[in-house]
């Protein structure tokens, strides 16, 4: 692609409101240094007219790493007997809540493997605690649940919820996750909105299998539900799981996807992952914050229990004592000429789509 064709296939797909899915294969397809940086630019700008230059904070409180799921990529799969599985307590979770507080920060985001034994009894209490002692959005990112579990734990006070669709690849999306099926995904998902949660999905880069054609689907997707919240980050193989040779997703490719949502979604809140800090020995979460990226997430899981949620392996700043990103985050962004907006950062979305067809 020239130049001008460029610059001319960005601005129609920024000014249509149903992207064409050939516009979006074509800059997923750019490798030349130029072009990559004109799309790079041309998303950060929708970045900054569209939710500005503050960077969102959320506390990140990993409360549990039993799983019930054999997804082929995650180290906490059910099979995985190498790690040591913890599950805080309520006094444990409340007192991370304290520290996130603490740090001015107005996300807490309570995130576990897909635990079927969490009882939602449990899980409502801990909110209704939760909300009657900070002034602080909560997120969920518990994996699939019941109707009623939802509705309870909305009524009880959750305010979000992340679940991610990995792919929206049918076939590959079932290869990856036995027994578990695409469409019981795809209904959690209506669900938490049709309750009003906010609500958040996203994918996985660099999967063998994905073609660029499937992420452009994953983008037309996102485009067509309107999430409040998209998360995208690179696969990582993990050496305990059957994908372990497979190779881990490649940083443009998670950059021009960022980009390429980025643009098609305008307002969605979009994190600088931690799988995408965890790619290089560098920090490319700084990369992902000029691409689209607004959001980013420290950690506050207490030790000794942060190395052992391992999703995926050289996960950044384990060794760190719970709660020592956020200075360091405070210097990332400023390096950019950004800043940390230390509000809720609800959704910017005026209207969301409900139905998920
Ligand atoms: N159990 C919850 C969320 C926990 S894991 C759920 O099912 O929603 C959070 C996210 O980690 C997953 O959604 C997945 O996208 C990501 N993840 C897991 N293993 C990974 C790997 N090896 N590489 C990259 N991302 C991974």
Request: some cysteine; hydrophobic content about 35%.
């Amino acid at each position: 692609m020239n130049m001008s064709d460029l610059n001319t296939t960005l601005n129609r797909l920024y000014d249509t409101a149903v992207p064409d899915r050939n516009d979006i294969v074509s800059l997923l397809s750019i490798s030349d240094a130029d072009e990559l940086k004109q799309l790079f630019t041309f998303a950060d700008h929708v970045r900054k007219q569209h939710v500005g230059d503050g960077v969102l904070l959320r506390g990140i409180v990993e409360f549990s790493n039993f799983c019930g799921n054999n997804c082929a990529y995650c180290g906490l799969k059910k099979d995985n007997t190498t790690i040591n599985r913890y599950r805080l307590s309520v006094d444990e979770i409340l007192q991370s809540i304290g520290q996130i507080y603490s740090s001015s920060i107005r996300t807490v985001v309570l995130q576990s493997g897909e635990e079927h034994s969490i009882d939602a009894e449990w899980m409502a209490k801990l909110l209704k605690k939760i909300k009657s002692r900070f002034d602080i959005a909560v997120t969920l990112s518990v994996g699939e649940r019941s109707y009623e579990d939802y509705e309870l734990w909305r009524k009880a006070g959750a305010d979000r919820y992340l679940l991610k669709i990995e792919t929206t690849d049918k076939q590959l999306y079932n290869s990856l996750h036995p027994d578990m099926s695409f469409e019981k995904r795809i209904d959690c998902l209506r669900t938490i909105k049709q309750l009003g949660y906010q609500s958040g999905t996203g994918c996985i880069v660099g999967l063998k299998g994905q073609t660029i054609e499937t992420l452009a689907n994953d983008i037309m997707f996102f485009a067509a539900e309107q999430f409040d919240m998209l998360g995208i980050g690179p696969f990582i193989p993990h050496q305990d799981t059957p994908l372990k040779d497979d190779d881990p997703g490649e940083l443009d490719m998670i950059l021009k996807t960022l980009a390429v949502t980025r643009i098609v979604t305008k307002d969605t809140h979009m994190p600088a992952t931690t799988a995408i800090g965890s790619l290089n020995s560098g920090d490319e979460r700084l990369k992902a914050l000029q691409c689209g990226a607004n959001v980013m997430m420290p950690n506050y899981t207490p030790q000794p229990y942060k190395k052992d949620y391992e999703i995926y392996p050289g996960k950044r700043c384990i060794d760190e004592p719970s709660g020592a990103c956020a200075n360091c985050m405070e210097q990332m962004a400023q390096s950019i000429g950004r800043y940390i907006d230390y509000s809720r950062g609800d959704s910017l979305k005026t209207s969301s789509a409900t139905t998920i067809q």
